[in-house]
Structures are given as C-alpha cells and as structure tokens.
C-alpha cells in the first residue's frame, strides 16, 4: 500500500470513528421499564415506567409515583437501567477469597507447627469467602 492509499484510508477511518458515534435518540413508541431521563433544565429523573404517545414522554416517577409529562424538545437522554451486576462481583470475589483462605489455612497449618482441627479450618475458610463475597457485592 502506498502513501497516498494509507492517507486516504487513515483518514475515512478517523471520519467514521469521529460521526459514526453521533446518533439521535428518538422516543417514537418508547416503553420502558426503569431508568434515568437527563432533561435540559440539568435535572435528572428516575423513573418507574416511561412511555410516549403523540409527542409526549409521559414519566412515572419513581421515587413519588406521580406522572410527568415531557416533551421531545425537553428530553436530552435517555438511559435504561438493565440491572445490577452484584452476583459476578460477588461470586469473583468470593471466589479468589476462597482460593486465598485455602492457601493461608494450609501455611498455617505448616509453619505453626501444631495440627488445626479441620472443623476449624472449615470454619475459618467460609466465615473468610462470606465476608469476601459480600465485600464483592
């Protein structure tokens, strides 16, 4: 490929990465069930249920339950909430927690030079990955 290709083809792909991200977000048949509405006064709202009927975003809010009704032209995004991401976190944490209790009870174990009861050892291992796992949570 010569310089002049490599130019042309830097330069289509630096014009795709720059506008290839812009994209207008419309709320023509919106129903969604929970999120967060950025308006232009700078507030933002979560809400319960959002809808759209003739130009109009009807918000449920969720923290009074009432409704409010915006307008297209009001609306500068928005984001759906599509859950938590608590279990990975905890069952990774807790994981590596477990593979680390295992190790400090089994160095213990041999440079303390006594024997530790396994009902112990059981003990000291789940009451570690616990508290791991809800640290990850």
Do not use: W
């Not at 014009?15 to 232009?40: I, M, P």
């Amino acid at each position: 490929m010569n310089h002049q290709n490599f130019y042309r083809v830097s330069i289509l792909l630096l014009g795709l990465l720059c506008f290839g991200s812009l994209s207008a977000q419309t709320t023509d048949n919106l129903n969604l069930k929970k999120g967060r509405v950025f308006t232009k006064d700078g507030d933002d709202k979560l809400f319960n249920s959002i809808s759209s009927e003739n130009g109009q975003v009807i918000i449920k809010l969720k923290d009074s339950g009432q409704s409010l009704t915006l307008t297209n032209d009001d609306i500068i995004q928005i984001d759906e909430q599509t859950g938590s991401k608590a279990l990975p976190y905890a069952g990774v944490m807790g994981g590596s927690v477990l593979l680390g209790s295992l190790l400090g009870v089994a160095q213990a174990k041999s440079n303390c030079g006594g024997e530790v009861s396994s009902d112990t050892k059981t003990k000291i291992v789940l009451g570690i990955t616990a508290v791991g796992a809800l640290v990850g949570a």
